[in-house]
Protein backbone atom coordinates (compact mmCIF):
# COMPACT_ATOMS: atom_id res chain seq x y z
CA UNK A 1 0.00 0.00 0.00
CA UNK A 2 1.66 3.20 -0.93
CA UNK A 3 1.19 5.85 1.37
CA UNK A 4 -1.19 9.06 0.99
CA UNK A 5 -0.57 12.84 1.04
CA UNK A 6 -2.78 14.96 3.36
CA UNK A 7 -2.90 19.20 3.04
CA UNK A 8 -4.41 20.79 5.97
CA UNK A 9 -5.66 24.03 4.44
CA UNK A 10 -7.90 25.27 7.30
CA UNK A 11 -6.69 26.01 10.29
CA UNK A 12 -6.49 24.03 13.25
CA UNK A 13 -9.30 25.58 15.06
CA UNK A 14 -11.27 26.97 12.02
CA UNK A 15 -13.64 23.96 12.86
CA UNK A 16 -14.52 25.59 16.56
CA UNK A 17 -14.48 28.96 15.03
CA UNK A 18 -17.19 28.42 12.05
CA UNK A 19 -19.19 26.68 14.70
CA UNK A 20 -19.43 29.89 17.09
CA UNK A 21 -19.51 32.09 14.22
CA UNK A 22 -22.50 30.30 12.78
CA UNK A 23 -24.56 29.56 16.06
CA UNK A 24 -23.93 33.26 16.95
CA UNK A 25 -25.33 34.85 13.86
CA UNK A 26 -28.12 31.81 13.65
CA UNK A 27 -29.54 32.16 17.06
CA UNK A 28 -29.34 35.82 16.89
CA UNK A 29 -31.11 35.93 13.64
CA UNK A 30 -35.31 35.77 12.74
CA UNK A 31 -36.10 33.24 11.98
CA UNK A 32 -33.33 30.98 13.87
CA UNK A 33 -31.75 28.82 11.62
CA UNK A 34 -28.09 26.86 11.55
CA UNK A 35 -26.71 25.53 8.31
CA UNK A 36 -26.91 21.22 8.16
CA UNK A 37 -22.95 20.62 8.21
CA UNK A 38 -22.63 20.80 12.20
CA UNK A 39 -25.17 17.22 12.37
CA UNK A 40 -21.91 15.54 11.01
CA UNK A 41 -20.23 14.91 14.30
CA UNK A 42 -19.55 11.15 14.83
CA UNK A 43 -23.28 10.29 16.50
CA UNK A 44 -24.66 12.85 13.39
CA UNK A 45 -22.89 10.43 11.16
CA UNK A 46 -23.60 7.14 12.74
CA UNK A 47 -27.32 8.25 12.16
CA UNK A 48 -27.21 9.42 8.40
CA UNK A 49 -25.85 6.37 7.29
CA UNK A 50 -28.76 4.59 9.35
CA UNK A 51 -31.04 7.10 8.03
CA UNK A 52 -29.42 6.08 4.19
CA UNK A 53 -30.91 2.59 5.15
CA UNK A 54 -34.52 3.48 5.67
CA UNK A 55 -36.99 2.66 3.44
CA UNK A 56 -38.60 5.68 2.94
CA UNK A 57 -35.10 7.28 2.20
CA UNK A 58 -34.41 6.64 -1.44
CA UNK A 59 -31.72 9.46 -2.78
CA UNK A 60 -28.63 7.50 -1.55
CA UNK A 61 -29.91 4.10 -3.08
CA UNK A 62 -31.10 5.89 -5.91
CA UNK A 63 -27.45 7.89 -6.73
CA UNK A 64 -25.72 4.75 -6.40
CA UNK A 65 -27.60 2.64 -8.98
CA UNK A 66 -26.88 5.42 -11.21
CA UNK A 67 -23.16 4.98 -10.32
CA UNK A 68 -23.61 1.28 -10.81
CA UNK A 69 -24.75 1.93 -14.03
CA UNK A 70 -23.24 4.59 -15.83
CA UNK A 71 -19.57 4.81 -14.37
CA UNK A 72 -18.22 3.39 -17.40
CA UNK A 73 -20.01 6.21 -19.29
CA UNK A 74 -18.86 8.69 -17.25
CA UNK A 75 -15.48 7.56 -17.54
CA UNK A 76 -15.56 7.59 -21.42
CA UNK A 77 -17.24 10.91 -21.77
CA UNK A 78 -14.81 12.71 -19.31
CA UNK A 79 -11.36 10.99 -20.04
CA UNK A 80 -10.67 11.89 -16.44
CA UNK A 81 -7.21 10.96 -14.95
CA UNK A 82 -7.73 13.15 -11.76
CA UNK A 83 -10.82 12.53 -9.59
CA UNK A 84 -11.57 15.60 -7.00
CA UNK A 85 -14.66 14.78 -4.90
CA UNK A 86 -15.88 17.43 -2.70
CA UNK A 87 -17.40 16.28 0.72
CA UNK A 88 -15.73 12.93 0.53
CA UNK A 89 -17.26 12.01 3.85
CA UNK A 90 -16.49 7.72 3.55
CA UNK A 91 -16.09 7.64 -0.44
CA UNK A 92 -18.15 4.77 -0.71
CA UNK A 93 -19.95 5.48 -3.56
CA UNK A 94 -16.70 7.14 -5.01
CA UNK A 95 -15.66 3.74 -5.59
CA UNK A 96 -17.70 2.80 -8.62
CA UNK A 97 -16.29 5.96 -10.03
CA UNK A 98 -12.48 4.61 -9.53
CA UNK A 99 -12.96 1.09 -10.77
CA UNK A 100 -14.35 2.46 -14.01
CA UNK A 101 -11.77 5.61 -14.23
CA UNK A 102 -8.12 4.20 -15.85
CA UNK A 103 -5.13 3.93 -14.26
CA UNK A 104 -3.14 5.50 -13.62
CA UNK A 105 -5.42 7.71 -11.55
CA UNK A 106 -4.97 10.80 -8.78
CA UNK A 107 -7.70 11.05 -6.14
CA UNK A 108 -8.27 14.50 -4.69
CA UNK A 109 -10.75 14.07 -1.54
CA UNK A 110 -12.28 17.30 -0.32
CA UNK A 111 -13.16 17.33 3.29
CA UNK A 112 -13.18 19.50 6.63
CA UNK A 113 -12.94 15.94 8.60
CA UNK A 114 -9.05 14.63 8.86
CA UNK A 115 -10.68 11.15 10.05
CA UNK A 116 -12.95 10.84 7.19
CA UNK A 117 -10.64 11.52 4.60
CA UNK A 118 -7.41 9.24 6.34
CA UNK A 119 -10.01 6.24 6.97
CA UNK A 120 -11.59 6.37 3.62
CA UNK A 121 -7.86 7.07 2.23
CA UNK A 122 -6.64 3.42 4.30
CA UNK A 123 -9.58 1.53 2.67
CA UNK A 124 -9.41 2.80 -1.05
CA UNK A 125 -5.44 2.06 -1.36
CA UNK A 126 -6.54 -1.19 0.19
CA UNK A 127 -8.25 -2.22 -2.95
CA UNK A 128 -6.35 0.33 -5.62
CA UNK A 129 -2.73 -0.07 -4.54
CA UNK A 130 -1.90 2.03 -7.36
CA UNK A 131 -3.78 4.73 -6.73
CA UNK A 132 -2.43 8.26 -5.66
CA UNK A 133 -4.52 9.92 -2.95
CA UNK A 134 -3.77 13.52 -2.15
CA UNK A 135 -6.53 14.37 0.84
CA UNK A 136 -7.05 17.79 1.76
CA UNK A 137 -8.37 19.39 4.87
CA UNK A 138 -10.67 22.16 3.45
CA UNK A 139 -14.00 23.39 3.08
CA UNK A 140 -15.74 22.80 0.17
CA UNK A 141 -17.74 26.15 0.22
CA UNK A 142 -14.48 28.31 0.88
CA UNK A 143 -11.97 29.11 -1.90
CA UNK A 144 -10.06 26.39 -2.91
CA UNK A 145 -6.97 25.70 -4.44
CA UNK A 146 -6.16 22.13 -5.29
CA UNK A 147 -2.98 20.41 -6.07
CA UNK A 148 -1.28 19.87 -9.33
CA UNK A 149 -2.47 16.74 -11.03
CA UNK A 150 -2.99 15.49 -13.95
CA UNK A 151 -5.84 16.49 -16.59
CA UNK A 152 -8.49 16.20 -17.54
CA UNK A 153 -9.78 15.91 -13.79
CA UNK A 154 -13.51 15.43 -13.39
CA UNK A 155 -14.95 17.28 -10.33
CA UNK A 156 -17.87 15.34 -8.13
CA UNK A 157 -19.98 16.38 -5.68
CA UNK A 158 -22.61 13.88 -5.30
CA UNK A 159 -25.27 13.02 -2.82
CA UNK A 160 -27.66 15.85 -3.67
CA UNK A 161 -25.60 17.87 -0.65
CA UNK A 162 -26.21 21.03 -3.57
CA UNK A 163 -29.70 21.36 -2.24
CA UNK A 164 -28.50 22.40 0.88
CA UNK A 165 -27.40 25.72 -0.18
CA UNK A 166 -29.85 28.56 -1.16
CA UNK A 167 -30.14 30.01 -4.81
CA UNK A 168 -27.44 32.32 -4.36
CA UNK A 169 -24.86 30.06 -2.38
CA UNK A 170 -25.46 27.43 -4.92
CA UNK A 171 -24.96 29.99 -7.52
CA UNK A 172 -21.73 31.21 -6.05
CA UNK A 173 -20.56 27.66 -5.10
CA UNK A 174 -20.97 26.72 -8.92
CA UNK A 175 -18.64 29.77 -10.07
CA UNK A 176 -15.74 29.38 -7.61
CA UNK A 177 -15.30 25.78 -8.99
CA UNK A 178 -15.78 26.55 -12.38
CA UNK A 179 -13.21 28.68 -11.71
CA UNK A 180 -10.60 25.67 -10.30
CA UNK A 181 -11.27 23.72 -13.36
CA UNK A 182 -9.44 24.01 -17.13
CA UNK A 183 -10.93 24.02 -20.31
CA UNK A 184 -11.62 20.01 -20.27
CA UNK A 185 -12.47 19.05 -17.15
CA UNK A 186 -15.91 18.15 -15.74
CA UNK A 187 -18.21 18.69 -13.26
CA UNK A 188 -20.56 15.85 -11.91
CA UNK A 189 -23.31 16.58 -9.76
CA UNK A 190 -25.65 14.72 -7.99
CA UNK A 191 -29.56 15.92 -7.28
CA UNK A 192 -32.81 14.65 -5.91
CA UNK A 193 -35.64 15.76 -7.79
CA UNK A 194 -38.71 17.35 -7.53
CA UNK A 195 -41.92 14.68 -7.14
CA UNK A 196 -44.42 14.31 -4.64
CA UNK A 197 -45.01 16.12 -1.69
CA UNK A 198 -45.57 12.70 0.18
CA UNK A 199 -42.54 10.64 -1.04
CA UNK A 200 -40.37 13.83 -0.20
CA UNK A 201 -41.42 14.37 3.83
CA UNK A 202 -41.67 10.26 4.38
CA UNK A 203 -38.04 10.77 3.49
CA UNK A 204 -37.20 13.38 6.30
CA UNK A 205 -39.77 12.14 8.72
CA UNK A 206 -39.12 8.18 9.32
CA UNK A 207 -41.95 6.69 11.93
CA UNK A 208 -39.17 5.12 13.50
CA UNK A 209 -37.94 8.02 15.13
CA UNK A 210 -33.90 8.29 13.37
CA UNK A 211 -34.24 11.18 10.94
CA UNK A 212 -35.53 12.94 14.19
CA UNK A 213 -32.43 12.21 16.63
CA UNK A 214 -30.13 12.84 13.66
CA UNK A 215 -32.14 16.41 13.47
CA UNK A 216 -31.98 16.90 17.38
CA UNK A 217 -28.13 16.07 17.73
CA UNK A 218 -27.47 19.36 16.20
CA UNK A 219 -28.40 20.56 20.37
CA UNK A 220 -25.93 17.89 21.23
CA UNK A 221 -22.85 19.33 18.97
CA UNK A 222 -23.58 22.83 20.50
CA UNK A 223 -23.66 20.99 23.83
CA UNK A 224 -20.58 19.64 23.80
CA UNK A 225 -18.29 21.84 22.18
CA UNK A 226 -20.09 25.14 23.31
CA UNK A 227 -21.13 24.51 26.94
CA UNK A 228 -24.59 24.76 26.01
CA UNK A 229 -27.56 23.70 27.73
CA UNK A 230 -29.56 22.98 25.04
CA UNK A 231 -31.91 19.86 25.98
CA UNK A 232 -33.38 18.06 23.13
CA UNK A 233 -36.27 16.86 24.25
CA UNK A 234 -37.70 20.28 24.48
CA UNK A 235 -37.80 20.29 20.50
CA UNK A 236 -40.09 18.01 17.99
CA UNK A 237 -38.83 17.64 14.80
CA UNK A 238 -40.60 18.77 11.73
CA UNK A 239 -39.89 17.91 8.34
CA UNK A 240 -42.18 19.86 5.63
CA UNK A 241 -42.09 20.59 1.94
CA UNK A 242 -42.14 24.26 0.55
CA UNK A 243 -44.11 24.35 -2.55
CA UNK A 244 -42.96 27.44 -3.80
CA UNK A 245 -39.58 26.94 -3.07
CA UNK A 246 -39.32 23.40 -4.21
CA UNK A 247 -37.07 22.19 -1.21
CA UNK A 248 -37.55 20.13 1.90
CA UNK A 249 -37.11 22.03 5.05
CA UNK A 250 -36.09 20.46 9.10
CA UNK A 251 -36.75 22.83 11.59
CA UNK A 252 -36.56 21.77 15.80
CA UNK A 253 -39.85 23.49 16.98
CA UNK A 254 -39.75 24.44 20.88
CA UNK A 255 -42.57 22.33 22.53
CA UNK A 256 -42.59 24.98 25.36
CA UNK A 257 -41.09 28.26 26.21
CA UNK A 258 -37.21 27.51 26.64
CA UNK A 259 -34.31 29.98 27.40
CA UNK A 260 -31.67 28.28 25.80
CA UNK A 261 -27.84 29.66 27.53
CA UNK A 262 -24.28 29.21 25.26
CA UNK A 263 -21.34 30.29 27.77
CA UNK A 264 -18.94 29.39 25.27
CA UNK A 265 -20.55 32.91 23.30
CA UNK A 266 -21.90 34.47 26.47
CA UNK A 267 -25.12 34.89 24.75
CA UNK A 268 -29.17 33.79 26.11
CA UNK A 269 -31.19 32.36 23.47
CA UNK A 270 -35.02 32.86 24.07
CA UNK A 271 -37.65 30.51 21.99
CA UNK A 272 -41.63 31.12 22.47
CA UNK A 273 -43.62 27.95 22.52
CA UNK A 274 -43.98 26.82 18.72
CA UNK A 275 -40.88 28.68 17.82
CA UNK A 276 -39.28 26.97 15.27
CA UNK A 277 -35.27 26.49 14.47
CA UNK A 278 -34.51 25.93 11.30
CA UNK A 279 -31.32 23.06 10.46
CA UNK A 280 -31.64 22.48 7.24
CA UNK A 281 -33.04 22.67 3.67
CA UNK A 282 -32.91 20.37 0.92
CA UNK A 283 -33.70 21.43 -2.78
CA UNK A 284 -34.99 19.27 -5.16
CA UNK A 285 -34.68 20.09 -8.95
CA UNK A 286 -35.76 19.90 -12.07
CA UNK A 287 -33.70 18.99 -15.53
CA UNK A 288 -34.12 22.57 -16.79
CA UNK A 289 -33.22 24.34 -13.54
CA UNK A 290 -29.89 22.23 -13.16
CA UNK A 291 -28.84 23.19 -16.82
CA UNK A 292 -29.80 26.96 -16.20
CA UNK A 293 -27.75 27.61 -13.29
CA UNK A 294 -24.74 25.71 -14.91
CA UNK A 295 -24.96 27.65 -17.61
CA UNK A 296 -25.10 30.63 -15.42
CA UNK A 297 -22.02 29.14 -13.69
CA UNK A 298 -19.73 28.63 -16.80
CA UNK A 299 -20.31 25.25 -17.70
CA UNK A 300 -21.59 23.58 -20.85
CA UNK A 301 -24.26 21.27 -19.74
CA UNK A 302 -23.92 17.11 -21.13
CA UNK A 303 -24.89 14.22 -19.96
CA UNK A 304 -28.55 13.77 -17.46
CA UNK A 305 -28.82 10.03 -16.24
CA UNK A 306 -31.25 9.52 -13.59
CA UNK A 307 -32.48 6.17 -11.60
CA UNK A 308 -35.27 3.89 -13.23
CA UNK A 309 -37.65 5.49 -11.01
CA UNK A 310 -36.55 8.94 -11.83
CA UNK A 311 -36.11 10.06 -8.47
CA UNK A 312 -33.13 11.45 -8.62
CA UNK A 313 -30.02 12.64 -11.25
CA UNK A 314 -26.28 13.03 -11.93
CA UNK A 315 -25.49 15.63 -14.54
CA UNK A 316 -22.60 15.96 -16.54
CA UNK A 317 -20.94 19.56 -17.36
CA UNK A 318 -18.17 20.31 -19.01
CA UNK A 319 -15.36 23.76 -18.24
CA UNK A 320 -16.49 26.41 -21.02
Known sequence: MRPFQLTRTLPEDATGAALRADVLHGLTRAPKSLPPKWFYDARGSELFEEITRLPDYYPTRAEREILAARAADIAAA?????LVELGSGSSEKTRLLLDALPAPLTYIPVDVSESALT???DGLLADHPDLRVHALIADFTRVLELPEAPG???VAFLGGTIGNLLPAERAEFLTSVRKLMAPGDSLLIGTDLVKEESVLVRAYDDPTGVT???????LDVIDRELDADFDPDDFDHVALWNREEEWIEMRLRARRDVVVKIPELDLVVPFAAGEELRTEISAKFREEGVRAELSAAGFVPGHWWTDAAGRFALSLATAG
Open 78 to 82: TGAHT
Open 119 to 121: GAA
Open 152 to 154: PRL
Open 212 to 218: AAFNKNV
